[in-house]
């Protein structure tokens, strides 16, 4: 038995000794716990809605109050025409309007009844549903608590734009091109390199005539190739069979394409630089890729309910804002003048992987 305790010690010891294992068995359920308990949450707040109040008047100040001091929403913006809707949707900053028309006060009192519109940004149909669910709640509540004064109630009326009929594809297409395209891109690249890596083919370019550079660039061009046939693919099929729309520029869209396939491809390379086996390049690319892709990127989940923490995650994750160009041009048919952060974040993005990836690259050799 002694033996036997010794053995199961030194199995200890070794365990504590990988800290890859470590992680696994401590940090990984932690951080899984957290995630899941968090985006796998119904419960939306902080959404940030527009206001387009005509009337002016006491009671509709009134009731924004009462909406923003319910937790849920939060006015991030006041229009101050109908006109300005389409445009503020497209600039992604809100995901809802309350539309208060004129004279909407004396309606109330002296015709016992008045009509306020709710505008909902239905390309993230979820979204969009509850958040008009929540806000009719609020009224409805408001109507209850004056109901003496307000005998026939504010009479609610919704919209859905983008997506009057409500179609679920909206809504998970560009997240799974997201997902795809970065499963080609990053994982197939992070898996190959590293296989090189660990059959010693790369150590063999390494002491090559060819500069890390040159190195890097020549593993990326045929994966960018394939991964934009790809994403091709699947766009046409997202067009033709899911019934998709198609609004906006197509060069923009083979832009946004070409941007995110470039850092995906990049995000792989990096992965690769960091790991010494196929099996470590997989593990890692799973865990921080395509788990928190499909929680934290606003595939499933809206952003905005996320805690803070978590949405600065999401923001570090190239596949948000492709989801984000992908639904505003291809729903929205917004231009470069609207959407062009997205566009600059990938770019950066892409800088930063690359440079990182050569400069580990220079460090191995």
Not at 80 to 100: H, M, R
Not at 187 to 214: C, D, F, H, N, Q
Not at 215 to 238: A, H, M
Request: with cysteine; proline share 4%.
């Amino acid at each position: 038995m002694k033996k036997f305790y010794a053995f199961v010690q030194k199995e200890f010891y070794h365990i504590f000794r990988d800290t890859r294992t470590m992680m696994i068995l401590f940090a990984l359920p932690v951080a899984l716990v957290i995630i899941f308990g968090y985006a796998l949450n119904n419960d939306y707040k902080n959404i940030p809605i527009g206001v387009l109040n005509q009337s002016k008047d006491q009671t509709s100040e009134k009731l924004i109050n009462r909406i923003i001091g319910s937790g849920y929403f939060v006015v991030e913006k006041s229009l101050e025409k109908p006109q300005d809707i389409p445009s503020a949707f497209k600039l992604g900053k809100i995901k809802l309007v309350l539309y208060f028309p004129a004279h909407f006060q004396k309606e109330l009192y002296h015709s016992k009844k008045a009509q306020v519109q709710l505008i909902a940004d239905a390309s993230d149909i979820n979204t969009a549903i509850n958040t008009t669910s929540y806000l009719s709640g609020i009224i409805n509540e408001f109507n209850a608590e004056n109901a003496r004064e307000i005998n026939g109630g504010i009479q609610i009326s919704t919209r859905m734009i983008f997506n009057q009929r409500l179609l679920s594809v909206y809504l998970f297409i560009p997240g799974v091109i997201a997902l795809i395209l970065l499963i080609i891109s990053a994982l197939l690249t992070s898996v190959t390199l590293a296989r090189e890596k660990e059959m010693g083919t790369l150590e063999l370019l390494s002491i090559s005539p060819i500069s890390p550079y040159m190195i890097i660039i020549g593993k990326v061009i045929p994966y960018l190739i394939l991964s934009l046939l790809n994403s091709f693919v699947i766009i046409l099929l997202g067009i033709f069979i899911f019934g998709l729309p198609m609004t906006g520029s197509i060069s923009l869209l083979i832009m946004a394409c070409f941007v995110y396939t470039v850092a995906s491809l990049s995000l792989g390379i990096l992965i690769s630089t960091r790991v010494e086996t196929q099996q470590a390049a997989m593990f890692a690319s799973l865990v921080t890729l395509m788990m928190p892709t499909m929680l934290l990127s606003g595939f499933i989940f809206p952003i905005e309910s996320l805690p803070l923490p978590l949405q600065v995650i999401s923001n570090i994750i190239p596949a948000t804002h492709f989801i984000v160009l992908i639904k505003s041009i291809m729903i929205k048919g917004a231009g470069i003048t609207v959407i062009w952060k997205p566009f600059i974040i990938l770019i950066g993005m892409t800088s930063l992987f690359l440079f990182v990836s050569i400069q580990s690259l220079k460090r191995n050799n």
